[in-house]
């Protein structure tokens, strides 16, 4: 059955940008009734309640702008959650980590009989656990959860050189699961909805002590590998969701927040995940200059990827 949680209409008018919240008749399409009512939507009460967020986020020194802007949509990104009511008038039950786009790493560069070597350290696909809370992903339940979760995009500029959103997403599934660092955050019956917002191209390796002539020679790990490991972790592509917010290309865009280079490979993995039947994962333009668009386009994917949730067994 259908759900219609009005994300654009929302999402958009907090933004101050985008289409009206009337439609052609004239009518509020947030408040059809014109009761102040949220609206009633028809869903299913078991999986669709649920839904597990994993924001990764480029903490590399061009990223400062883009991460205000997330953080300034982020408030309404969370009122949209806590607004959200099913058929039955049950809340939605969400999760949301952030972790970021490093992994810790030793490589040198040679360039023009020069050699520099790098010592980075990286996330590792940690889950953040900063800004006073000590578990590392957020809770509708949570007390200040949209100011919390805002501080918690702020993840800093000081991040690995090498960018490597679809790696560090897998190692943040995986490694940290095993290793209890992230334990605890997926559930079986939740969607898993991943967004990756970088402002360069992925540069997933899991090699360390090389040498490169540039910062992005030897990105080893195929774009492909990343939808393989989602449908392994969640038991099928139709159990999970992503969206991508990176340069479009073709060479670089810009926009209010800078330059963003072709993000080639995630454009990929992008391609990889909407080969079959099913359409997972939906790319935006770092370059629009407004977060809070990006983040309705997920939005509108991941309601999309709800409503055909398979059954849990």
Not at 3 to 22: I, V
Request: hydrophobic content about 35%.
């Amino acid at each position: 059955m259908r759900t219609s949680l009005m994300l654009t209409t929302w999402l958009l008018a907090a933004a101050g940008c985008g289409p009206s919240a009337r439609n052609n008749g004239g009518v509020d399409a947030a408040d059809p009734t014109g009761d102040g009512a949220l609206p009633t939507v028809d869903a299913d009460t078991g999986p669709c309640r649920r839904m597990d967020f994993v924001f990764v986020v480029d903490d590399s020194g061009s990223m400062g702008e883009e991460q205000t802007s997330l953080g300034n949509a982020f408030p309404q990104f969370a009122q949209v959650l806590n607004d959200y009511r099913i058929s039955t008038g049950q809340s939605l039950d969400y999760r949301v980590a952030v972790t970021t786009t490093g992994r810790t790493l030793k490589w040198t560069i040679s360039v023009l009989g020069q050699t520099l070597p790098m010592n980075e350290t990286g996330d590792n696909g940690a889950f953040r656990n900063t800004c006073g809370m000590t578990r590392r992903w957020l809770e509708r339940t949570d007390p200040n959860m949209a100011s919390t979760l805002t501080c918690r995009a702020d993840v800093g500029v000081d991040g690995p050189t090498f960018e490597m959103p679809m790696l560090t997403t897998m190692m943040a599934l995986k490694e940290r699961i095993a290793d209890g660092t992230n334990a605890g955050f997926l559930r079986d019956d939740a969607l898993l909805a991943v967004v990756l917002i970088t402002d360069e191209d992925d540069c997933s390796r899991r090699d360390n002590n090389f040498t490169v002539s540039n910062d992005h020679d030897g990105c080893a790990v195929v774009p492909s590998e990343l939808a393989t490991f989602l449908d392994t972790v969640k038991g099928g592509r139709g159990r999970w969701a992503a969206a991508v917010v990176a340069g479009p290309g073709p060479g670089e865009c810009s926009s209010s927040f800078g330059k963003a280079g072709e993000a080639k490979r995630l454009k990929q993995f992008v391609t990889a995940a909407n080969s079959g039947a099913q359409q997972n994962v939906v790319f935006s333009s770092i370059c629009e200059g407004n977060m809070a668009a990006s983040l309705t386009t997920a939005l509108n994917k991941f309601q999309s990827a709800c409503e055909n949730f398979p059954p849990v067994e």
